[in-house]
Each structure stands twice: as C-alpha cells, then as structure tokens.
Nanobody, 124 residues
Framework: QVQPVESGGGLVQTGGSLRLSCAASGLTFSSYAMGWFRQAPGKERVFVAAIRSTPNIVYYADSVKGQFSISRDNAKNTVYLQMNNLKPEDTAVYYC?????????????????WGQGTQVTVSS
C-alpha cells in the first residue's frame, strides 16, 4: 500500500522557518514526481511546489518562489519542503503527493497518491 506520510508541521512565528518532510513507502520512489500542495481554511487546495526525479527539475507556485525550496532524497524515499520567511498567509494544511507519469505537475487531480497532511500555522 502506497502511503506518503508528511511530518514537520507546527506553529511558528512570522519570519520563521519550517522544513516539511514526506516519506513515501510502497512505491518505486525514483519513478515518481513529488508535489506539495496546501489548503488554507475555507479555500481550495493549491499547488505549492513539485520536483521530478531524473533530472531533479523543480517547479514553484509564484506565491512561494524565492521563499520555499523543494528537494528530494531518492535513497530515503523522501521529499522535503524548506519554508523560509513564513507569513500568516502561509498557514494551511500541507499535503504531499506522488505522480507516476505526465508532464503537468501543478494539477493536483493528476496525482496518484496523497498523504494525510500536516498543519502549518504561522502566527503574526
């Protein structure tokens, strides 16, 4: 059973940093592109960042460019999201997802597997 599991969320003050991790078991991790999405209270889930496997091409939502950084470690079956200079508007549940094939990584409907999410709360 494929199950991405997120960790690293929590409460942080404005300007702080967090590093989210997502460990994905039950799949050939290096064959999957990995994405991060977030859903703020009362809003739809939106794309945050994604990374292909080989090569490690990365994609970011305009709202997080220069602030967030996605990376992966295929040996550990883990993808990371480094979040710096956090703002209250970054408060959301962050989800990790895995996608086997395809060119489009920004559309969450095209992903194959999802984690349960981890809460990130940024206080002002």
């Amino acid at each position: 059973q494929v199950q991405p599991v997120e960790s690293g969320g929590g409460l942080v003050q404005t300007g702080g940093s967090l590093r989210l991790s997502c460990a994905a078991s039950g799949l050939t991790f290096s064959s999957y592109a990995m994405g991060w999405f977030r859903q703020a209270p009362g809003k739809e889930r939106v794309f945050v960042a994604a990374i292909r496997s080989t090569p490690n091409i990365v994609y970011y939502a305009d709202s997080v460019k220069g602030q967030f950084s996605i990376s992966r470690d295929n040996a550990k079956n883990t993808v990371y999201l480094q979040m710096n200079n956090l703002k209250p508007e970054d408060t959301a549940v962050y989800y990790c997802a895995a996608k086997k094939v395809g060119l489009v990584l920004q559309n969450g409907d095209l992903y194959d597997y999802w984690g349960q999410g981890t809460q990130v709360t940024v206080s002002s």
